[in-house]
Nanobody, 123 residues
Framework: QVHPVESGGGLVQAGGSLRLSCVAS????????MGWYRQPPGKEREFVAG???????KYADSVKGRFTISRDNGKNTVFLQMNDLKPEDTAVYYC?????????????????WGQGTQVTVSS
C-alpha cells in the first residue's frame, strides 16, 4: 500500500504558478498510477491529472495546457506544475495512489488519499 503526502500549496495571484509535490511512502510506487484531484469550496472532488506508471499523462480539459504532471520514481514523488493559475483553480488538492485509468481519466483508489494541500488564487 502506498500512502501519499502532499505539499506545496499556498496563496498566489492570478497568472502565477505553484508546484505541488506528493511523496508516497510504501512499496510499489513505480508500479502505481498516480493522480491529482481537487475539491473547490462547496463542490465535489474532481479529477485534475493522472500519470501512468510509465509516465504518460492525462489531464482534465480545464487544466490542459496550464498544468503538467510528472513523476520521479527514484524519489517516490509525483509533481503537479500549475501555471497561469486562475481564481477557479482555488481548491484543496489531493494526491491519490494506485488508481486506474478509463476513458482518458484517472479513477482514484479510495484507500489511498493524501490529506490535501490548499491552493488559493486571488484575482
Amino acid at each position: 500500500q502506498v500512502h501519499p503526502v502532499e505539499s506545496g500549496g499556498g496563496l498566489v495571484q492570478a497568472g502565477g504558478s505553484l508546484r505541488l509535490s506528493c511523496v508516497a511512502s510504501g512499496n510499489g510506487f513505480s508500479r502505481n498510477s498516480m493522480g491529482w484531484y481537487r475539491q473547490p469550496p462547496g463542490k465535489e472532488r474532481e479529477f485534475v491529472a493522472g500519470i501512468f506508471f510509465d509516465g504518460r499523462p492525462k489531464y482534465a480539459d480545464s487544466v490542459k495546457g496550464r498544468f503538467t504532471i510528472s513523476r520521479d520514481n527514484g524519489k517516490n514523488t509525483v509533481f503537479l506544475q500549475m501555471n497561469d493559475l486562475k481564481p477557479e483553480d482555488t481548491a484543496v488538492y489531493y494526491c491519490n495512489a494506485g488508481g486506474s485509468f478509463s476513458s482518458g481519466r484517472y479513477f482514484p483508489n479510495a484507500r489511498s488519499w493524501g490529506q490535501g494541500t490548499q491552493v488559493t488564487v486571488s484575482s
